[in-house]
Antibody, heavy 119, light 107 residues
Framework: QVQPVQSGAEVKKPGASVKVSCKAPGDTFTTSGISWVRQAPGQGLEWMGWINTHRGDTNYAQKLQDRVTMTTDTSTRTAYLELRSLKSDDAAVYYC????????????WGQGTLVTVSS | DIQMTQSPSSLSASVGDRVAITCRASLSINNYLNWYQQKPGKAPKLLIYAASSLQSGVPSRFSGSGSGTDFTLTINSLQPEDFATYYCQQSYSTPRTFGPGTKVDIK
């Protein structure tokens, strides 16, 4: 099994926060990185940022920088995406993908997590 | 940010056809170009990386070419399972950016 496994669907109100988890394959987690990509309904793919799963350093998309935090827990091989101050246009499927060395090649993808934002 | 465009936005083709999808970057990205296939309700799947390298496990009917700003994904002898949306993506710089996608459907 090389595909990451993500947490389940979430329903949030505008202004709330969401935290999505991504459990990655054990033999690659600490030598790899994780990028997060989202896809609004019927739309294309948007890269949100990358985290080095060994050192924890991050590279966020500038448009989300004020609202996003990516973290990892190496003991459980899990990466997390937290997005704060949710707006209606944050409603999307959120994917994690392995991104070795932050080279931007998204080799293995999680199954996706649907985040609904609704009052 | 590097802008990625694709053409056509959609195409209809028959099983056995040869299909070509083009991708253009707003500035030179050398060969830092990846191609993905996405089927409805599924995560994208990496097909081609570094413009022309076939990802492990991907059928050889898929091929990629190009360098600089212009790239092509070619599918030789289209199979029923190839009907999907295809995205290009640059890995030259951050933010990583994707093309808008090309939907390939059955004629």
């Amino acid at each position: 099994q090389v595909q990451p496994v993500q947490s389940g669907a979430e329903v949030k109100k505008p202004g709330a926060s969401v935290k999505v988890s991504c459990k990655a394959p054990g033999d690659t987690f600490t030598t790899s990185g994780i990028s997060w990509v989202r896809q609004a309904p019927g739309q294309g793919l948007e890269w949100m940022g990358w985290i080095n799963t060994h050192r924890g350093d991050t590279n966020y998309a500038q448009k989300l920088q004020d609202r996003v935090t990516m973290t990892t827990d190496t003991s459980t091989r899990t990466a997390y995406l937290e997005l704060r101050s949710l707006k209606s246009d944050d409603a999307a499927v959120y994917y994690c993908a392995t991104d070795y060395g932050g080279k931007g090649r998204f080799e293995y993808w999680g199954q996706g997590t649907l985040v609904t934002v609704s009052s | 940010d590097i802008q990625m465009t694709q053409s056509p936005s959609s195409l209809s083709a028959s099983v056995g056809d040869r299909v070509a999808i083009t991708c253009r970057a707003s500035l030179s990205i050398n060969n830092y170009l990846n191609w993905y296939q996405q089927k409805p309700g599924k995560a994208p799947k990496l097909l081609i990386y570094a413009a022309s390298s076939l990802q492990s496990g991907v059928p050889s009917r898929f091929s990629g070419s190009g360098s600089g700003t212009d790239f092509t994904l070619t599918i030789n002898s289209l199979q029923p399972e190839d009907f999907a949306t295809y995205y290009c993506q640059q890995s030259y710089s951050t933010p990583r950016t994707f093309g808008p996608g090309t939907k390939v459907d059955i004629k």
